[in-house]
């Protein structure tokens, strides 16, 4: 059976926790930042966790 070869690009944007948990970076930070207000601005800046529907194709495309 071949090796698995890890998607570069989920590598860098995506990290597992101590539980196994598929840690992310939120979107809707990079622009068009004046209409939104300061509180959503604060929360999208933490870092959020993988749907579970979505934590198994990412760990395979993580190579986990």
Do not use: C, W, Y
Not at 17 to 39: E, G, P, Y
Request: glycine share 4%.
């Amino acid at each position: 059976m071949p090796k698995i070869r890890t998607k570069k690009g989920a590598m860098k944007r995506f990290k597992l926790t101590a539980n196994k948990n598929v840690k992310r970076k939120k979107a809707f930070t990079s622009h068009i930042l004046t209409k939104k207000t300061s509180k959503r601005k604060r929360h999208l800046r933490k870092a959020g966790l993988v749907d579970a529907t979505q934590e198994r194709r990412v760990k395979r495309m993580m190579g986990v």
